[in-house]
């Protein structure tokens, strides 16, 4: 009997970002295949919250401690790397003794590596933006060095904006040096944008039905 497909879907645990992927979860598992929506331990008491009759929700461990916050996560990326990419490729294997093996992620953006997970087990992936296009390029601009920090003039242009005050822009970039782990965070979602054969992004304008968009190059 052929194999049903099985997509995983990790967003960052931050409701935020939990919330667009869990939409967009259940639009994908409308369309027939099996689809499930990985969180990490730091929210794991959100489980049944989440829990959707269209959408397996499962748990994955993010290194996190009893009672430590997603802030203090965000303090220690590099550990939220290893142990999340660890336990992904755990979760992968046992999958694939199962009758359900994955065969594509779905990856929120600001989890870049997660593509390489995905590759390592014969996987292929896609990021998922989760906040506005218009957000998106205006860190993207600030990645390929459109913009320099600290700002020294009131106004910024950017290519395709019209002329934007500094308080404008995201707090994480206007009010330099305040939250240095989060820009970063926010800037490495492009560390691999070229790779991935796909990116999703999240929109309040209806997508046309069955219509295949392009990644610009």
């Given at each position: 009997m052929e194999k049903e497909t099985h997509i995983l879907v990790i967003p960052y645990p931050i409701q935020g970002h939990i919330n667009p992927m869990l939409q967009f979860s259940k639009?994908?598992?409308?369309?027939?295949?099996?689809?499930?929506?990985?969180?990490?331990?730091?929210?794991s008491k959100s489980k049944q919250a989440l829990q959707h009759t269209s959408v397996n929700v499962?748990?994955?461990?993010?290194?996190?401690?009893?009672?430590?916050?997603?802030?203090?996560?965000?303090?220690n990326l590099d550990r939220f790397r290893l142990t999340v990419s660890q336990s992904l490729s755990e979760f992968i294997q046992k999958q694939n003794l199962f009758k359900h093996p994955s065969c594509f992620i779905v990856y929120d953006c600001i989890l870049p590596w997660v593509l390489n997970v995905a590759r390592e087990h014969g996987l292929d992936g896609a990021p998922f933006f989760t906040q506005s296009c218009a957000v998106n390029a205006i860190y993207y601009h600030l990645h390929r060095g459109a913009m320099r920090l600290p700002f020294e003039e009131p106004t910024v242009s950017l290519p395709s904006f019209p002329p934007l005050e500094t308080s404008d822009l995201p707090s994480v970039i206007y009010r330099t040096g305040s939250y240095p782990a989060?820009?970063?965070?926010?800037?490495?979602?492009?560390?691999?944008?070229?790779?991935?054969?796909?990116?999703?992004?999240?929109?309040?304008?209806e997508l046309e039905p069955e219509k295949n968009f392009s990644r610009a190059h």
């Amino acid at each position: 009997m052929e194999k049903e497909t099985h997509i995983l879907v990790i967003p960052y645990p931050i409701q935020g970002h939990i919330n667009p992927m869990l939409q967009f979860s259940k639009r994908l598992a409308s369309k027939g295949p099996r689809v499930t929506l990985l969180i990490t331990s730091s929210i794991s008491k959100s489980k049944q919250a989440l829990q959707h009759t269209s959408v397996n929700v499962d748990t994955i461990s993010d290194g996190s401690e009893e009672g430590e916050t997603v802030e203090s996560l965000i303090a220690n990326l590099d550990r939220f790397r290893l142990t999340v990419s660890q336990s992904l490729s755990e979760f992968i294997q046992k999958q694939n003794l199962f009758k359900h093996p994955s065969c594509f992620i779905v990856y929120d953006c600001i989890l870049p590596w997660v593509l390489n997970v995905a590759r390592e087990h014969g996987l292929d992936g896609a990021p998922f933006f989760t906040q506005s296009c218009a957000v998106n390029a205006i860190y993207y601009h600030l990645h390929r060095g459109a913009m320099r920090l600290p700002f020294e003039e009131p106004t910024v242009s950017l290519p395709s904006f019209p002329p934007l005050e500094t308080s404008d822009l995201p707090s994480v970039i206007y009010r330099t040096g305040s939250y240095p782990a989060l820009l970063d965070l926010a800037l490495q979602q492009f560390s691999n944008i070229q790779q991935p054969n796909w990116l999703f992004f999240s929109t309040f304008n209806e997508l046309e039905p069955e219509k295949n968009f392009s990644r610009a190059h």
